[in-house]
């Protein structure tokens, strides 16, 4: 799991913002896709494309001038699809103060040099911490399959 991990930084501008003076938040779905993917590019050594994004909880608002760091990380596989969870903190780097703002899970499918979907590597969770992030992923996933059903 720690192979696919993916960091992005970026300071929020006034371009960000929405009416109220936050950071809108399609730009940070925006941003939580982009690293999503690359978390899953790095996985796979593939192209990839969203499949499914899971509910957005906005738990605090990001301001501008803040900066927005995405972790994400690869955290169960099937045949072709990959599901990422991305974590999202504002940092005020100021004072450094950190606010987790949202978990988001996303789910890519690897594409082959046709644009069709092709069979990706299976992620090896390494200790217990991923293993339980692993089986949660696994349970998550058999849910989306049941809703589609």
């Known amino acids: 799991m720690r192979a ?9 501008h006034p371009e960000h913002a929405n009416a109220l003076g936050n950071v809108h938040g399609g730009w940070i779905m925006k941003l939580v896709d982009e690293a999503g993917a690359l978390a899953c590019m790095r996985h ?7 499949v499914e ?6 738990r605090q608002p990001i301001h501008v001038g803040d900066l927005v760091i995405l972790d994400a990380d690869v955290t169960y596989t099937g045949h072709t699809s990959m599901e990422v969870e991305v974590q999202v903190v504002a940092e005020n780097p100021v004072s450094g103060e950190r606010t ?8 890519f499918v690897a594409l082959d040099e ?36």
């Open 44 to 50: 796979c050594n593939r192209r990839v494309v969203t």
């Open 100 to 107: 987790h703002t949202n978990t988001a899970y996303l789910v």
């Open 4 to 12: 696919s991990h993916m960091t992005i930084a970026q300071m929020m």
């Open 114 to 149: 046709d644009g069709k979907p092709t069979p990706v590597r299976p992620v090896v969770p390494e200790n217990p911490a991923e293993k339980a992030r692993n089986a949660a992923a696994r349970a998550r996933q058999e849910r989306r399959l049941a809703l589609r059903s």
């Open 53 to 58: 994004i899971d509910s957005m909880v906005f």
